[in-house]
């Protein structure tokens, strides 16, 4: 029979054990003992026993026999052979321990608690499945505290075979924790020895910071400051400086290099601030070749500028303003002399307001500075009032719009341009949208197509800084069409058509005059039929020589464990000169289950090399993976490649470590 017993401690309702069982019986001494499935609730914990006895008067709990233990919220669950627990004193232990907490299994062979302290005995630890502790941190001792956790002997072992030992370690738990990551260590081609090491500080709740030295024997020394806040929401504010101290004269990686360049005290200032309406950054470079020198990977290798900006955007209910403050840093140039920065640019946009029936009215005003130490460079001002009328005809809906085009050019630098410095036009375009769809059972086809007329009397020699200045005559006729395809509202392809006739007999493509009446047609199509193949392409045709002027396009098959992509490049101008022709391949494959092999290459069709050749071995094991990736990467200036070769080594999922062997 169960029987039901409420037991108060302390003469309190805030203490409570509750627990049920087959037999329950009080014992001369005042004692409580349970047996047969004991079950008891204690604060947020459940606890099941064989065996349990309860002493109200010093508050002494035992269990034994098959002893298990889990917390209310699911984060803790425990199993064992005994336990004992002094309520009063907050002190106990617990033998033979096996479980789990959040995402890490644990065993001990004894654990003792010391209030809100804990001293283990013969552990380990580990983010694998409890049937596949493929890979466990062992110790012999170690001491917990709500802060930090403290180990003795620590050992790394991957199927029992130690990998790594460490004497004793010092981790941080529960909340952020200031301490040491990670380090990374290896080599080069121009050092022996790297190591960088770095040092997390928790600087109060929604402030830390990370501080990287980084140790090189024959290139530059230094290390880097990350500083993060929260201020409104997640992360508003990171800053970065790293310093570094270059040694002279510089070695062989300064070869080919600008002299110019070179600077014995190197550095990289970053930080961007989000405020929602306000944002502003910086970003700023001692020389550019920082980027390629300081970093391994090859996203952060291959930036090709960088950008420090203060943005502002503000919307009404009938306005919009803006306010841009941008300079470039070309990472591609030695030098940014050439580099055109907009210091500002200011806009104000008057939402479309009815002036008569069915006649709108907006108006965009804006302010640039375009600004370069050399080449062309002026003050801008733009005056775009606009005029449109909605109508219908025959049933279909019309829109025609009035533009009239006002740009001052002021304080006129530098370049060829020597005529006025105030222009003004008119455009005026003609639109017919129109919008239909198609149902087939269980196929929908949506779709918008728009035929548009645009007018512009004359053209101006202005300068050109970006594409409101191209103020050129205009007679063009043009197209759109947009359609989607649908299966049970599930997305089988997309496609962006468009194209046009010039009654001028010629049209800009590319920055280019030519000399044609039918312009280019531009397709943008996606299919994706099935979960296992998709398509894409984004190409320019030239209906008039029958001739690709662009196409970028991929097609991936993926399934069972398997994909391969196999992509092309192609660009040319309406010369036929070719400005760009490369195809790029990527394929992977799950081979015996947990091994996965990848390839890619990527081939310049106008030098006849491959820029990269890439290969990769991972295996992946229950709670880590190890991995070997070789790369050759063609240097355009040698003339030769660059081998490179990465151990990448992943800790309980937890963290991953790239060491490159090679570069």
Request: proline share 4%.
């Amino acid at each position: 029979m169960l029987l039901l017993i409420l037991f108060l401690l302390s003469f309190s309702l805030s203490f409570s054990l509750e627990v049920l069982s087959q037999s329950l019986e009080r014992l001369p001494d005042g004692t409580f003992r349970a047996t047969g499935d004991v079950e008891a609730y204690y604060r947020e914990y459940y606890i099941k026993a064989d065996f349990m006895t309860y002493d109200p008067e010093k508050r002494l709990v035992y269990a034994r026999g098959n002893v298990y233990i889990k917390s209310v919220d699911g984060r803790l669950e425990v199993r064992g052979t005994e336990s004992f627990l002094d309520l009063e004193k907050d002190v106990g232990y617990f033998l033979d321990a096996e479980g789990r907490f959040e995402k890490f299994n644990f065993t001990a062979k004894r654990v003792d608690k010391r209030g809100e302290e804990y001293e283990v005995e013969e552990g380990s630890i580990t983010t694998c499945p409890p049937d596949k502790k493929e890979m466990r941190l062992c110790f012999s001792r170690a001491h917990i505290s709500q802060r930090y956790v403290f180990s003795q002997n620590n050992s790394l072992r991957l199927f029992n075979m130690p990998l790594a030992y460490l004497p004793i370690s010092l981790f941080p738990v529960g909340e952020r924790r200031s301490g040491i990551l990670p380090p990374i260590i290896g080599s080069n081609t121009y050092n022996t020895l790297i190591y960088q090491q770095p040092i997390y500080w928790v600087i109060s709740k929604n402030k830390d910071a990370t501080l990287t030295l980084d140790f090189r024997d024959r290139q530059a020394k230094g290390f880097a400051i990350e500083y993060r806040q929260s201020m409104k929401r997640e992360l508003d504010l990171i800053a970065n400086l790293s310093l570094y101290k270059e040694p002279t004269p510089p070695g062989k990686w300064w070869q080919g290099r600008d002299p110019s360049t070179f600077r014995e005290n190197r550095y990289r200032i970053k930080a961007d601030l989000n405020l929602g309406d306000l944002k502003a950054g910086v970003d700023l470079l001692s020389d550019p070749y920082f980027m390629q020198d300081v970093y391994f990977t090859t996203r952060e290798r291959t930036v090709p500028y960088l950008s420090s900006y203060i943005s502002y955007k503000r919307e009404w209910d009938r306005f919009f303003f803006t306010f841009d403050l941008r300079r470039f840093y070309d990472t591609t140039s030695p030098n940014n002399k050439e580099t055109l920065q907009r210091l500002p640019e200011i806009g104000f946009y008057l939402k479309d307001n009815p002036l008569l029936q069915n006649l709108y009215f907006n108006l965009s005003v804006s302010y640039t500075n375009f600004y370069r130490e050399e080449e062309l460079r002026a003050h801008r001002l733009l005056l775009f009032p606009e005029f449109s009328i909605p109508k219908q005809l025959f049933g279909l809906n019309l829109l025609s719009i009035l533009t009239v085009e006002n740009i001052a050019y002021l304080d006129v630098k530098g370049g060829d341009f020597k005529d006025k410095s105030l222009f003004g036009s008119i455009r005026y375009r003609e639109s017919l949208p129109y919008f239909y769809k198609l149902t087939l059972g269980r196929f929908d086809l949506r779709n918008t197509f728009e035929l548009s007329y645009s007018y512009r009397p004359r053209s101006f020699n202005n300068p050109r800084f970006d594409d409101l200045d191209s103020i050129d005559k205009e007679n063009l006729l043009s197209y759109t069409l947009r359609s989607y395809g649908y299966y049970k509202e599930k997305l089988l392809y997309s496609l962006f058509l468009s194209g046009g006739y010039s009654y001028l007999g010629k049209f800009t493509y590319a920055g280019q005059e030519v000399r044609e009446k039918f312009l280019p047609i531009r397709t943008v199509f996606w299919l994706y039929p099935t979960g296992w193949i998709r398509f894409s392409s984004d190409s320019v045709y030239d209906p008039v020589h029958g001739r690709l002027l662009k196409t970028i396009g991929s097609l991936t098959l993926a399934g069972e464990g398997k994909s391969i992509t196999l992509g092309r490049t192609m660009e040319r101008n309406y010369d036929g000169s070719k400005l760009n022709d490369q195809y790029n391949l990527s394929a992977s494959a799950l081979l015996f289950k947990n091994m996965n092999l990848s390839f890619s290459l990527i081939r310049d069709n106008r030098i006849n090399k491959d820029l990269q050749r890439q290969i990769g071995l991972d295996y992946r094991g229950a709670c880590w993976s190890l991995g070997l990736l070789l790369r050759d990467i063609y240097d355009g200036t040698r003339k030769t490649y660059i081998k490179e070769v990465f151990l990448a080594f992943n800790i309980f999922d937890l963290q991953r470590f790239t060491v490159p062997l090679k570069r």
